[in-house]
């Protein structure tokens, strides 16, 4: 069963790049079946999830157009992982950041059917 594992630093100064990677096992990343997109969604204290952005299986990326401007998304196929960078943070950044697995259900029904466990990111 795939799994994914976000790893990271936990504090992030003041207008520095918030870097996290995604390790997924037992499942690609690259591979077109199912037509996967991996992506990160992030969870702030007290509030909803937050989408940031996807890599899709292709290599493409799409990005939160209140984010884009700061995000960046990008892949390593032969280590099977995905990074976020999220640049010139502020306290509004700090959340539980996510990585997690879209799959396609057919037509224009998808569902994130793998998730990481999150990690606390702080800016301090």
């Known amino acids: 069963q795939v799994q994914l594992q976000e790893s990271g630093p936990g504090l992030v100064e003041p207008s520095q790049t918030l870097s996290l990677t995604c390790t997924v096992s037992d499942g690609s990343i690259a591979i077109t079946t199912n037509y996967y997109y991996w992506g990160w969604i992030r969870q702030p204290p007290g509030k909803g999830l937050e989408w940031i952005g996807y890599?899709?299986?292709?290599?493409?990326?799409y990005y939160s157009p209140s984010l884009q401007s700061r995000t960046a998304i990008s892949r390593d196929t032969t280590k099977n992982q995905f990074t976020l960078q999220l640049s010139k943070v502020t306290p509004e950044d700090t959340a539980v950041y996510y990585c997690?697995?879209?799959?396609?259900?057919?037509?224009?029904?998808?569902?994130?059917?793998?998730w990481g466990q999150g990690t606390q990111v702080t800016e301090a």
């Open positions: 997690a697995r879209r799959a396609w259900r057919g037509y224009y029904t998808y569902e994130y059917d793998n």
């Open positions: 890599i899709a299986y292709s290599g493409s990326t």
